[in-house]
């Protein structure tokens, strides 16, 4: 198989989230497989590109068009429908698919997986042939779960609820770690302005943890809360943290109530029912190895590929 990343994020993966890491996990998992990245990407079956465009993504496929072609970009995606037979391209989504993008994406004559059944609801309207597959997350050492605390993680801005889970935190009356960072002007000023304040003994932060780190405290937490009102694609705070054990809680915002409904959590629906979630994982300690279960069952690398290769193959057929 060929696997076009889009032109910007670098394999392996230098930065927290991105295309690349997706890329990277489905290039390990799927042996045989060669992908074309963005320059400066490294390792066996890498090819980096020359130029950090689309154009240059493509360019570097050379006479590589004899293979199924794995697309993470719509606009190399565009030009690759151009270069190969358009039913052997397959487009990966990972941005919000709302129903203008629907209606933009259907007239296309590849194929398209998604996400989360979330992602593709309005494109289902226009192209019904469009499949799901969940990302997955690195399989990485269990927490205990005994630090006392629980964890909030993510770009610090109102949709994605660092205050309610304050709020939640106090009304159940328990520490919270907040793991975060900004990537805007605005960003800076919520932070500054609404929660650096609140930041104290019963509220600390880590600012933008390295993976290892972020794993190591999550596993120390009672539970992780992700009260994001986004319409998120798919959500890998969730499924990080129920790797290492630590239910989630959260808001049913996009793909969010997908996930915690496989079993790694609680559907919760304001401030005040986060802190009934957060005095249920106190109780139920037991309900660890489950998450961690379903958590590896569901969304590890290997699982992903498997249910990739079955979806092209269905597909390509």
Known sequence: MLQLSNPYDVVPCLRYGGIGRVVGLLHEALPGTISICAPGSTGAGVVAAGAATAAGIVEAVGDRTDDVVLVHSTEVADLAEELFDPWRVVEMLHMPVDARAAQELAVRRRWFVGCSAAQLVDLWSFRPDARMVWHATPIVPAGAGDGGYVTWVGRFCPEKGPEDAIGAARRADVQLVLLGSTTNDEEVVYFEEVIRPQLGERVSLVWAPENDERDRIVGGAIANIVPTRL???????????????????????????????????????????LAAGIRWAIENPQARSDVRRVA???????RQAARLVAVMGELLS
């Open 231 to 273: 319409r998120e694609s798919f959500g890998l705070v969730t499924v990080e943290a129920a790797m290492v054990g630590t239910p989630v809680l959260g808001y049913p915002a996009g793909a969010t109530r997908e996930l915690l409904r496989t079993g790694l959590g609680r559907v919760c629906y304001d401030v005040k029912d």
């Open 296 to 302: 590896i069952e569901e969304f590890s690398p290997s």
